[in-house]
């Protein structure tokens, strides 16, 4: 009986440079446990295949859909197999990952692992995660490039630029989207269906899940609202907690919203 390879064992038969960049180890923690699973795994970025080889034995019940740019010689690169699938395309054509959606639907895992250009990120991220099954994980590799600006990055303004790196900072604020007490709250397209976003050394996960638990704190991002309804509906409803929570509250929110518009649009940041 042949033993069960890992990840890393199955890696350095095939030389693919995801050793060299240290993932395989946080790879391996997440695909463990759905490895014997049958998935629609989508690779952008194939160049010699090496990824694919690899993913195709470790996700033995799996179809690995691989895009690349350029031509790739499936003979060549020994992709002839029944459960690798390729494509020639650019991640951020949308016309072309449309004709991919449509052909596979919807995808398990998707890893980025194309250009690594922010434009091309970000597209394709928008472009892709909606056909994400729930529960599935959206995987950018090599986000140093975030962090040079030959690659759209910004290596000095981390916090305000818009980056591909800030793009998924800001994608933690869709974890806890219900908990913003902002009564102008404007939602956004993600709020309710990530569950996690997680960062590594040049690596993000991002999980796709249903996230629609109400706030404990706030009431439609109204903090003053909710005490309002919690203070009246255990002591009665009174012109005191009226003019506390409705009126005294609200035009403190109002102010502090104000000053903080004033504040971005000095500093520029929008
Ligand atoms: C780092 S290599 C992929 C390596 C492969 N995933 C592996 O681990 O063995 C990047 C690949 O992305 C491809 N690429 C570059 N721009 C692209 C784009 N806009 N759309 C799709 N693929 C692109 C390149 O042709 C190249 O083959």
């Known amino acids: 009986m042949t033993a069960i390879k890992n990840l890393t064992s199955i890696a350095e038969i095939y030389k693919t440079d995801k050793l060299e960049h240290g993932y395989l180890n946080t790879y391996e923690k997440y695909f463990e446990r759905i490895r014997d699973q049958k998935l629609k ?4 970025g194939i160049a010699d ?3 694919l080889l690899m993913w195709s034995d470790y996700f033995k019940n799996s179809t690995i859909i691989g895009i690349d740019i350029h031509k790739i010689d499936i003979q060549e690169k020994k992709l002839d197999r029944n459960n690798i699938k390729v494509h020639q395309g650019s991640q951020s054509d949308e016309k072309f990952i449309d004709e991919i959606i449509n052909e596979y639907r919807d995808f398990d895992i998707i890893i980025d692992d194309g ?13 892709l995660f909606p056909q ?10 090599d986000m140093q490039t975030s962090y040079n600006h030959f690659f759209g990055g910004n290596p000095f303004d981390l916090k305000f630029s818009n980056s591909h790196m800030n793009f998924f900072k800001n994608l933690t604020d869709r974890l806890n989207y219900q908990e913003i007490a902002n009564p102008f709250y404007i ?11 997680s960062f590594y050394h ?5 999980r796709k899940g249903v996230n629609d638990k109400l706030s404990k704190e706030v009431l439609n991002h109204s903090y003053e609202d909710m005490k309002f309804n919690e203070k009246s509906s ?15 509250y609200k035009i403190y929110t109002f102010f502090y919203m104000l000053l903080n518009m004033l504040k971005r649009l000095l500093l520029l940041r929008f």
């Open 187 to 197: 939602s956004h397209k993600y709020d309710a269906k990530i569950t996690n976003v």
């Open 202 to 206: 040049n690596l993000v996960f991002v």
């Open 234 to 248: 255990r002591f009665g409803k009174s012109t005191r907690y009226y003019f506390k929570y409705k009126v005294f």
């Open 132 to 141: 994400l099954n729930n529960d599935g994980l959206y995987v950018v590799e």
């Open 49 to 51: 295949g090496k990824s």
């Open 115 to 127: 250009s690594h250009l922010k434009k091309d990120v970000i597209k394709s991220f928008h472009l």
């Open 41 to 44: 795994i989508l690779e952008i």
